[in-house]
Nanobody
Framework: QVQLVESGGGLVQAGGSLRLSCAAS????????MGWFRQAPGKEREFVAT????????YYADSVKGRFTISRDNAKNTVYLQMNSLKPEDTAVYYC?????????????????WGQGTQVTVSS
């Protein structure tokens, strides 16, 4: 059974940084793609970033490109989201997701497993 556990959320001032972690267990993830999504109050869940576990290739939403970096640590089975130059509009619950397909996807429906989410709040 796949489990995804996010951590690292919190309260930060605009312009600050946070690093989210997603600890994955229950599978060998080398043939998976992983993603980060977020959901702000009253809004739909949206794509943030994705990574192919096997190659490390990445893809980002335009809204975070140049500010956020997704990466993975094979030894720790962990995916990270480094968030720099945070803005109040980045405030949301951030979710980690796993896709049983080595090719990444920006679509929510393409993911098979989800974590419980971690709150990120950026104050102005």
């Amino acid at each position: 059974q796949v489990q995804l556990v996010e951590s690292g959320g919190g309260l930060v001032q605009a312009g600050g940084s946070l690093r989210l972690s997603c600890a994955a267990s229950g599978r060998t993830f080398s043939s998976y793609a992983m993603g980060w999504f977020r959901q702000a109050p009253g809004k739909e869940r949206e794509f943030v970033a994705t990574i192919r576990w096997s190659t490390g290739n990445t893809y980002y939403a335009d809204s975070v490109k140049g500010r956020f970096t997704i990466s993975r640590d094979n030894a720790k089975n962990t995916v990270y989201l480094q968030m720099n130059s945070l803005k109040p509009e980045d405030t949301a619950v951030y979710y980690c997701a796993a896709r049983m397909n080595s090719f990444y996807s920006p679509h929510i429906g393409g993911y098979d497993y989800w974590g419980q989410g971690t709150q990120v709040t950026v104050s102005s």
